[in-house]
């Protein structure tokens, strides 16, 4: 894994709680849908071109949380 330490903590809070709230609600493994995406072109331009791929699917595959990072999203609010 090329990541590293704290994976988990490489989304944003709205992924984040979304999960909480399937979880919380009895829905842990109901099969949902989230988008990997930006709002705007970088740098003001005008087409983009996706590279890494691979390095999303790694990302999601090997998406972990440790017992720092529960302790953290605890500090933070999480349950």
Do not use: C, W
């Not at 983009?48 to 440790?66: H, K, M, P, Q, S």
């Amino acid at each position: 894994m090329m990541l590293g330490k704290h994976i988990g903590l490489y989304t944003d809070l709205y992924e984040l709680t979304m999960a909480q709230g399937f979880l919380l609600t009895g829905k842990a493994d109901k099969r949902v849908v989230f988008d990997y995406f930006f709002r705007s072109s970088p740098f003001s331009g005008s087409y983009v071109i996706f590279a890494g791929l691979e390095t999303v699917f790694d990302y999601l595959e090997n998406l972990r949380f440790d017992s720092d990072d529960i302790d953290y999203l605890k500090s933070i609010g999480f349950h």
